[in-house]
């Protein structure tokens, strides 16, 4: 036997029959495998015919070919982290429709792999809060990477057993908000509660919870961080936008943000800003805005008129 015809066979493990005439450099006895062949004796290698055994590399060329894949990566998102089984209705994976019998036999299989679904108790809490998570953070309109960041913070509740005693939908909203406050994102709690299915003080006592229990990284956030947000609501100019951030940035400066709720205070400079660029706007409008009353908005811009007139020029 040639030892073309062994490279042409591609064994997948080494067969003891399988040698070929004697090596050219020793005479010795030449065996194939799965990836060469060589010598037994010296280790000269003769042919090789490597087979890829490794996943299948996504292929960026634009051929218009299209591999069959194995599924969706890993994600913190699902209580099984994506590997759960889902069984098909009407059509097979080529999307040709199934006959009648072969439907209700899979509507049987489904109803069996719903009631199997879950392991445990702890298993059904945690995909009913992932689920809510993913509620909330479809509702606010944040990105995925926030959104993965909510189900690890839910995810990391759950294993310190904060969830004994507390309601699973508020913990679920007070992971959403405490990963905006780790990314510094301008959220109030009051927005995020508006697409909440509990009340306001269940989610603070959740994430008050979730912030000493574990650590989280949050800062307080700056007056700057609302400007934007409020101005973009209330449709002014960018003139504005700018003036009003320069005001917050001397207000967080000279200390006039310490102590005061930072969404009031930027209401204020975005007030003060407004009228120095002549735009009229009402003082119970930028409240509503910046979700404080209009009271406190009048309060923070009387505080904000005592800065320099012209420091925001410069």
């Not at 090596?23 to 290698?45: H, K, M, Q, W, Y």
């Not at 049987?108 to 993913?134: C, F, P, T, Y």
Request: charged residues 30%.
């Amino acid at each position: 036997m040639a030892t073309s015809d062994i490279s042409e066979r591609r064994f997948d493990e080494d067969v003891p029959g399988a040698t070929t005439s004697s090596c050219p450099e020793c005479s010795g006895r030449v065996r194939t495998n799965a990836v060469e062949t060589s010598c037994e004796d010296c280790g000269l290698v003769l042919d090789e015919t490597p087979i890829d055994h490794g996943p299948e590399w996504r292929s960026f060329e634009d051929d218009g070919t299209e591999p069959e894949r194995t599924g969706a990566p890993i994600t913190p998102t699902r209580h099984d982290r994506g590997l759960s089984t889902e069984i098909g209705r009407k059509t097979d994976a080529k999307g040709n429709a199934l006959p009648g019998k072969k439907r209700r036999q899979l509507g049987r299989l489904r109803r069996e792999h719903n009631r199997g679904r879950w392991r445990s108790k702890a298993e059904r809490n945690l995909a009913i809060g992932l689920s809510e998570v993913r509620r909330v953070a479809s509702a606010l309109d944040v990105s995925d990477s926030i959104h993965d960041q909510s189900c690890s913070l839910f995810r990391s509740a759950q294993n310190e057993d904060l969830l004994r005693g507390r309601s699973i939908e508020a913990m679920a909203v007070a992971s959403v908000y405490a990963a905006c406050r780790c990314n510094r994102l301008p959220w109030t709690i009051a927005e995020v509660c508006e697409v909440s299915r509990v009340s306001r003080e269940r989610v603070e006592n959740a994430y008050r919870v979730l912030n000493q229990e574990l650590g989280l990284p949050a800062v307080p956030p700056t007056p700057r961080q609302y400007v934007p947000r409020i101005v973009s609501d209330l449709e002014l100019s960018d003139e504005t936008r700018r003036s009003a951030e320069r005001l917050a940035e001397r207000a967080e400066g000279q200390g006039l943000a310490n102590g005061r709720n930072p969404a009031g205070v930027a209401a204020g400079c975005l007030y003060e800003a407004a009228r120095r660029n002549h735009e009229d706007i009402a003082q119970r409008k930028v409240g509503e805005r910046a979700d404080v009353s209009a009271m406190t908005v009048r309060e923070r811009w009387r505080e904000i008129q005592s800065l320099d007139s012209g420091s925001d020029e410069g």
